[in-house]
């Protein structure tokens, strides 16, 4: 069997035939191949690895002779990601049910027994077909709604100057280590990252460095070959391969053990992968984005963090505020959150009540989009009624003020900008009267009547 290779596509393979499993791994296994047994296995694997090409059997446990199972799979498959490419297989006197997953929306079929030559036809044309349409996505990427960055939603002037660097950022391969507190989006902007950058059509492949044990992190990143160590019975490239062409997101890169930050910045001074228990130096091209919650230049002090590795990753840093900190956001998104919703939970929701909207608003958000978005589900699911109201979301709010009580009139927001203005064109002409109505371009007596409206008598007011 060849050794996967790094051009090629993750594939994964719903079989629950133990012998049909082993003849396409010996057949494809130049691809990263998964493999799932059932529906319960093949979905929660598709949302972990989201392959963009599957193979799936129509007949599946508990239903082995029929094709419900596999239909609901591929439904399933479809639904979290419709761009994927389901390849179903079908014997000779099964082309009906092909045809009608075909029209559930499958790719192609291919006829048992296996035609290695047949079945490799039919996967190039899949995953060409899954680049074209993500290059042809990319180019119509200009067309993203206003107020939204590849999934990054705002309108907050201080998260706009963050997305405008992230858009100039992505056009680049440099690293990119993004921070914030806990929940703000940072794996939400890497992705965003990589869907506006020249890498689009190839793999996101992200790594969690703080939910995987030491002992296996290393495995999970740079890969293993064939009895490495105990329990290694295959060759498997590491998340770092995996990425080859695409990004790789390191999430919580402060947990990363010392050890492995110096395996890390080996591969990104030389760009080359040695697996565990392997002698072959393997060449890979990817871009790297980082994130954390952490404070790096704390930690570099304290010794548990390298520092060549930080510069290393931190050519270009990005910081996300947390949502308390982007007056009006938190409203927006859950607005963006609402439509999301309404479409995986399949519930009529019209919107949020004024007093949800004013508590949305007035809340601190200690848990930032993640902890808005889960209040979000719990409304939808909790609303009886076509708005959800305060009491669906679960929030403790303040009483909500009249708007009259807490927005400024139009002259208030006038006479403090010429209150400002003038405060400042003062001071930088050092109380020059006849300077200041120059740059003001308004005639001397008009700048003392203002002055006197305004009860300004000097800089300073």
Not at 9 to 23: A, F, M, S, T, Y
């Amino acid at each position: 069997m060849p050794p996967a290779s790094p051009d090629k596509p993750k594939l994964l393979i719903v079989e629950d035939d133990p012998g049909l499993r082993k003849q396409l791994q010996w057949a494809l296994g130049d691809f990263p191949l998964l493999f799932a047994e059932d529906r319960a296995g093949a979905v929660a694997l598709f949302r972990k690895e989201e392959p963009p090409v599957v193979i799936l059997d129509l007949g599946l446990p508990p239903d082995p002779g029929g094709v419900t199972e596999g239909l609901e799979t591929l439904r399933a498959l479809l639904a979290h990601r419709p761009a994927t490419k389901v390849i179903v297989s079908s014997g000779n006197d099964e082309r009906a049910n092909a045809i009608e997953a075909i029209r559930a929306g499958a790719y192609d079929f291919y006829p048992k027994p296996v035609d290695e030559d047949v079945l490799r036809v039919i996967l190039d044309r899949a995953w060409n077909g899954f680049q074209l349409e993500a290059e042809l996505m990319q180019l119509k990427s200009g067309l993203r709604p206003e107020n939204s960055f590849f999934g990054v939603v705002s309108a907050c002037p201080a998260m706009q100057k963050v997305c405008a660097l992230a858009e100039k950022v992505a056009a680049s391969n440099v690293s990119v280590v993004i921070t914030g507190e806990t929940g703000t989006g940072k794996d939400v902007m890497a992705r965003a990252l990589h869907a506006a950058s020249a890498r689009a059509a190839g793999p996101f492949v992200a790594i969690n460095c703080a939910a995987i044990p030491q002992n296996l992190l290393e495995s999970e990143l740079f890969g293993h070959e064939k009895g490495a160590f105990t329990g290694a019975h295959a060759q498997v490239a590491g998340k770092v391969e995996q990425a080859h062409k695409g990004t790789l997101f390191l999430d919580e890169i402060g947990d990363m053990p010392l050890m492995l930050q110096a395996k890390l910045l080996r591969f990104l001074q030389e760009r080359l992968v040695e697996r565990i228990g392997g002698r072959k130096a393997i060449p890979v091209d990817v871009r790297v984005i980082a994130a954390t919650n952490q404070d790096l230049g704390q930690m570099m002090k304290e010794g548990t963090f390298r520092e060549d590795l930080y510069f290393r990753l931190n050519e270009v840093a990005i910081s996300i505020p947390p949502l308390r900190e982007r007056p009006g956001d938190a409203v927006l998104i859950a607005t963006h959150l609402l439509k999301k919703a309404q479409v995986a939970m399949d519930k009529a929701v019209k919107g949020f009540s004024r007093e949800a909207l004013e508590c949305i608003d007035a809340y601190a958000w200690p848990g930032n989009v993640r902890e808005l978005e889960n209040r979000i589900k719990r409304a939808v699911v909790m609303a009886d009624q076509g708005l959800i109201g305060v009491a669906d979301l679960d929030l403790e709010c303040a009483a909500p003020q009249d708007p009259a009580d807490t927005l400024p009139t139009l002259r208030e927001v006038r006479e403090e900008a010429e209150r400002r203005l003038l405060s400042r064109t003062l001071a930088l002409t050092n109380n020059n009267i006849q300077e200041a109505s120059r740059l003001l371009g308004v005639s001397r007596p008009t700048l003392y009547a203002l002055m006197k409206t305004l009860n300004f008598s000097k800089a300073g007011g």
